[in-house]
């Protein structure tokens, strides 16, 4: 079954923008925080942004701050990624996650178990 759903993903030029969105289950719609990562072709999986679901406060890598933005609907348990001023580096498939944990595992992607499939974001130079 369908957990979280990813979309909004696409090809971009260099200084673009795209929001991608992230569609929350039942199941997953009580995880305290949630957060987009990335991976890039060979490398690691790397926390992007992150938002505690309850209060709204979130949390960037320093790769994005300042040019991407994390927030949620409360009304349809969405969670979305602005993404400006899009730079070539920010090339990579990204994933939403979530988890079922009474603490918030913030970038530690081994903690969390809910995921979606990847939307591909590719920036242009």
């Known amino acids: 079954q369908e957990q979280l759903v990813e979309s909004g993903g696409g090809s971009v030029q260099a200084g673009g923008s795209l929001r991608l969105s992230c569609l929350a289950s039942?199941?997953?719609?009580?995880?305290?925080?949630m957060a987009w990562f990335r991976q890039a072709p060979g490398k690691e999986r790397e926390g992007v942004a992150l938002?505690?679901?309850?209060?709204?406060?979130?949390y960037y890598a320093d790769s994005v701050k300042g040019r991407f933005t994390i927030s949620q609907d409360n009304a349809e348990n969405t969670v979305y990624l602005h993404m400006n001023s899009l730079k070539p580096e920010d090339t990579a498939m990204y994933y939403c996650?979530?988890?079922?944990?009474?603490?918030?595992?913030?970038?530690?992607?081994?903690?969390?178990?809910?995921w979606g499939q990847g939307t591909q974001v590719t920036v242009s130079s």
């Open positions: 039942e199941y997953t719609a009580l995880s305290n925080c």
């Open positions: 996650a979530a988890h079922s944990r009474s603490w918030c595992p913030l970038f530690r992607s081994i903690e969390y178990n809910y």
């Open positions: 938002i505690f679901t309850g209060r709204g406060v979130t």
